[in-house]
């Protein structure tokens, strides 16, 4: 039924609904999961974007990623990711 030609925002609330959750951080399971077969820094950004947070100390760097349940951190020496740790 329509009201002054108003009508019911269903669709519209449907789609803002499914908006939201596709915007939402992943889960650290799933940063792992994405980043699983990433053995180097050109794959590990292919597979998961910029880091939220990036650390240089000479040859080793640290590339951390923030989820919807904590942070998942990448130890990188030269250009290979030696190591993936959740907290």
């Not at 669709?11 to 915007?23: E, G």
């Not at 180097?40 to 974007?49: D, K, M, R």
């Not at 030269?78 to 740790?85: P, S």
């Amino acid at each position: 039924m329509v009201f002054g030609g108003m009508r019911k925002p269903t669709a519209a609330l449907a789609a803002l609904a499914l908006a939201i959750v596709a915007c939402a951080p992943d889960t650290k399971h799933e940063i792992l999961s994405k980043s699983e077969h990433a053995e180097t820094l050109v794959e590990l950004e292919a597979a998961l974007g910029a880091p939220d947070d990036r650390n240089k100390m000479g040859p080793i760097e640290t590339w951390t990623y923030r989820a919807s349940d904590g942070e998942v951190t990448f130890l990188i020496t030269g250009e290979r990711v030696r190591l993936k740790a959740a907290e």
